[in-house]
């Protein structure tokens, strides 16, 4: 053989093992998505319902991406404007509506160990001028581990876009592929449930309860390209 042809030979071999090596170093790097938080939406309800002047609503942490396993919760902040009026988040009532039209509980992140995700969840009561900060999930991300007896949200993320990668129904598999080449998003919502009474008053369970007042909070799960997972994009 010619060196020529040696030389062909070892080009192209080298380059079929650069391409080899960087394939694998791409399905390597954990797949990275954004989550973004439709605040327009939700002014826009709060407006409606007359409530703009009193609630505010806001959640942390959004600027950042997430591996598409993440978040296991999301931080939400209330805001209470009013000068004399008492919020109460009624978190039993509250409910993650997921893209697949299925709907979860929310459930109150505790530091305390949770063993059973059945229990009454106390509303939580934000005094006027004061702002409650929470880390929220759902129901669908806490897993049970059967040795300590707990359930730990470890199981999904809130924004569970993976559930259709397996599913087995095709035309979800096919979705979900829509979704990895950025052809399509998801969208879930955080449903929040208040009920609002005088500073003297209170929330009393059962028909002396204030009335329900209900916003959705809209999320927009989006891909996004695999070099966001570079350590050196400035982007992140």
């Not at 600027?63 to 209330?78: G, Q, R, V, Y």
């Not at 039209?101 to 934000?126: A, C, N, Y």
Request: net charge positive; hydrophobic share 40%.
């Amino acid at each position: 053989m010619r060196n020529g042809d040696n030389n062909l030979l070892i080009l192209t071999l080298y380059i079929i093992g650069i391409t080899y090596t960087i394939n694998q170093m791409v399905e390597s790097i954990a797949e990275q998505v954004k989550l973004e938080f439709n605040k327009a939406s939700v002014d826009e309800q709060l407006k409606a319902q007359n409530l703009k002047d009193k609630i505010g609503i806001s959640f942390g942490g959004l600027a950042n991406t997430f591996d598409i396993e993440k978040p296991k919760s999301l931080s939400i902040n209330i805001e209470n404007k009013s000068e004399d009026v008492a919020i109460y988040v009624d978190w039993d009532n509250c409910a993650f509506e997921e893209f697949d039209g299925t709907s979860k509980r929310v459930i109150r992140m505790s530091p305390d160990i949770t063993r059973d995700l059945g229990v009454f969840q106390t509303p939580s009561l934000i005094v006027p001028k004061k702002t409650l900060k929470e880390s929220v999930s759902s129901e669908s991300v806490f897993q049970f581990d059967k040795l300590s007896g707990t359930y730990t949200a470890t199981k999904n993320s809130v924004a569970n876009v993976l559930k259709w990668k397996t599913s087995p129904v095709r035309a979800q598999r096919i979705e979900f592929n829509k979704f990895m080449s950025r052809k399509r998003n998801f969208e879930f919502s955080l449903d929040l449930v208040f009920r609002l009474a005088e500073t003297n008053v209170g929330v009393a369970h059962g028909t002396t309860a204030p009335p329900l007042c209900i916003v959705k909070c809209p999320f927009t799960v989006r891909k996004l390209p695999w070099t966001y997972a570079l350590p050196w994009n400035k982007r992140r």
